[in-house]
C-alpha cells in the first residue's frame, strides 16, 4: 500500500465547475497536510496546509481533513483554465525531521 | 530575491560523469532538502540537512553524496551517473514552528539528462 495515494487522472472539469481532488493517507500517526500545485516543467508551489479535523477555506480554495477516515481533500470552486495542473497531495507526521512524503499527483484539466 | 535558487537549471552529461547541483536559500530556513521527481511525476526524498546537520539519509545509492556547508546552502554531488539518474532534482527548505512544519518552498528544479 502506497503512503499517500490518489488518483492520477486526468480529471476533466469545465470552467465555473467544482474541482473535487481526494487524497487518503496510511500513517495514522501523520500530523499535517499539504496541497501543492505544480504546472509543466516548473517547481511545486504549496496552496494549502491544514492539521486540525474540518475544513479550511482559503480564496476559491477549501481543503478538507477527516483524520478518522485518513483522508484529506481540496476542492476548487469556480475553476479556471489557469488551474489546470498536477495537485500533490503530502503529508508528515511528527519527528519526521519535516519529511514530506507526496502522492503521485492528480492531473486537473479546465476546460473552457 | 529567490527565497530557493537552484544551479543549473539544465544538466545533459554522459553516463560516468561527476557533476553537482548547487541549491541556496535566502528564506533563514533551518531545514533544507532534496527530492527526486520521476518522469512519472512522483516526488521522493533524498536528503534533508538541518543547521548543517544530516537528519534524513533515504536509501539512495552512495553514488549521491550532499554537503551543506551552512544552513543556507546544500549542494548534491553525483558521482559515476547512470542512465537512471535522469529525473528533475528539487531543493527545498522549511521552517518549523512549534513542532509544526509549515510546508516546502521549492527551488526551481534541475533536469538532469545523462545520455
Redesign the interface.
Known sequence: QKEVEQNSGPLSVPEGAIASLNCTYSDRGSQ?F?WYR?YSG?????IM?I?SNGDKEDGRFTAQLNKASQYVSLLIRDSQPSDSA?Y?C?V?G?NQ??????G??TELSVKP | DTAVSQTPKYLVTQMGNDKSIKCEQNLGHDTMYWYKQDSKKFLKIMFSYNNKELIINETVPNRFSPKSPDKAHLNLHINSLELGDSAVYFCASSQEGAGINYGYTFGSGTRLTVV
Open positions: 499535517s499539504f505544480q516548473k517547481s511545486p508551489e504549496l496546509f492539521y498536477t500533490l503530502a508528515t511528527h525531521g519535516g519529511k514530506l512524503i507526496f503521485q499527483g
